[in-house]
């Protein structure tokens, strides 16, 4: 079984919906968690970082994690086609530890 | 601009032939990770450096070598390539350890043929 488990798509959804993205993991000890978007042919780039448990906002996007359930979710509002993407979630134990990563979920946004 | 680069973007070499996969940043961060990428896949770890002269195998077992001989470079190298090296590798580094998100490079498309 995976440490982290990500249902990875695609996921298509008509423009201006609200999106949930999802991930569980197994490992108890995991403190630090991140959602990366991966656009076709790019490297990953950092979108949302928490620690620990609670919600975290940043514009359209929003962070949630809920360690007693070890489920992480990303919703983002009002998507635009420019969302479309394939977003990674990670996570990690702390600083000195290497991240643990989701396969990534592929986003459709549909005009 | 801090950022993070990697060169090639593409390759198509022949099987047997000796490749190095540039990978350079200017955030003087000091550790750097060299990821593989299939589709559909999570990011598996080949690789890592905390700093100079400090190497270690990740993960994903590779047939691949690194060096860190400056801050700022930390180059792949795979002596003899094989069919089964093609994939994506992306390079990225952190100031800070993973605790703080990693900056990705946009990655080298690897095809042995």
Known sequence: QKEVE?????????????VSLNCTYSN???QYFMWYRQYSRK????????YSSGNKE???????VDKSSKYI???????QPSDSATY???????????????????????? | EADIYQTPRYLVIGTGKKITLECSQTMGHDKMYWYQQDPGMELH??????GVNSTEKGDLSSEST????RTEHFPLTLESARPSHTSQYLCASSGQGAGYGYTFGSGTRLTVV
């Open chain 1, 6 to 18: 990500q249902d990875p798509g695609p996921l298509g959804v008509p423009e201006g919906a609200i």
């Open chain 1, 28 to 30: 108890s000890a995991f």
């Open chain 1, 43 to 50: 490297g990953p780039e950092l979108l949302m970082y928490t």
């Open chain 2, 66 to 69: 690194v060096s860190r001989i």
């Open chain 1, 88 to 111: 990674l979630c990670a996570m990690s134990q702390g600083s000195n530890y290497q991240l643990i990563w989701g396969a990534g979920t592929k986003l459709i946004i549909k005009p």
């Open chain 2, 45 to 50: 770890l080949i690789h890592y450096s905390y």
């Open chain 1, 73 to 79: 979710s990303l919703f983002i509002r009002d998507s």
């Open chain 1, 58 to 64: 940043d514009g359209r996007f929003t962070a949630q």
